[in-house]
Each structure stands twice: as structure tokens, then as C-alpha cells.
């Protein structure tokens, strides 16, 4: 069982950065491959960038790619996502999640999901 508990966001405006956390529980977390997803209003949740259990593969998204960066310290248990350069359309709940296995770009492929945090970026 892993918890995900995520912090770091909260308003900004544009052009501006934020960086996000999530601590996990557990004694396994570097066995995990770790995912940031989003999630504005009325909208699916959408893939943001991941990370491999060792930290030396990422993937980022399309639309974030350049501005986002995901990394993850095993020996604390945390992993992050770097946000620079924010835009409006980045405003979302931000989630992170544990997948036991590889990399995925597909939410339903991970297995525990922490509660989210609100980004917003004014314009």
C-alpha cells in the first residue's frame, strides 16, 4: 500500500513557477514508476510527465514539455514536478500517482493516486 499526499500548489500568474511534491508512504516507493496527471472543470484527466523507478527515464507531455520537469529523490520518498513559464490553460487539480511496473502515459495503468492540488494561473 502506498499513500501519495501532494503540495506546492496554489495561485500564479502567468509566466510565473511553481513546484509541486509528493511525499509517499512506504518503505517501497523506489520500486515504483511515478506519473503527474491534471484535471480542469469539465475535462478528463490528462497526462502530464512521468518517471521511472530510478529516475532515468522521463516522458513529458506535449503541452508542457520545455516548461515542465519531473524528477524524484528515492532517499526522500518525494517526487516533483517543476513548473516554469505557467500559462492559464495549465489551470488544474494536479495529481500524482504509483504505478508497480513501468512507465505509463495512461491513468488507469497506476495504482494509487493522491488526493490532488489546485494550480491556478491568472492571466
Known amino acids: 500500500q502506498v499513500q501519495l499526499v501532494e503540495s506546492g500548489g496554489g495561485l500564479v500568474q502567468a509566466g510565473g513557477s511553481l513546484r509541486l511534491s509528493c511525499a509517499a508512504s512506504g518503505r517501497t516507493f523506489s520500486r515504483y514508476a511515478m506519473g503527474w496527471f491534471r484535471q480542469a472543470p469539465g475535462k478528463e484527466r490528462e497526462f502530464v510527465a512521468t518517471i521511472s523507478s530510478s529516475g532515468v527515464r522521463t516522458v513529458h507531455a506535449g503541452p508542457v514539455k520545455g516548461r515542465f520537469t519531473i524528477s524524484r529523490d528515492n532517499a526522500k520518498n518525494t517526487v516533483y514536478l517543476q513548473m516554469n513559464s505557467l500559462k492559464p490553460e495549465d489551470t488544474a487539480v494536479y495529481h500524482c500517482?504509483?504505478?508497480?511496473?513501468?512507465?505509463?502515459?495512461?491513468?488507469?495503468?497506476?495504482?494509487?493516486w493522491g488526493q490532488g492540488t489546485q494550480v491556478t494561473v491568472s492571466s
Open positions: 500517482a504509483a504505478r508497480d511496473g513501468a512507465i505509463s502515459m495512461t491513468p488507469s495503468y497506476y495504482d494509487y
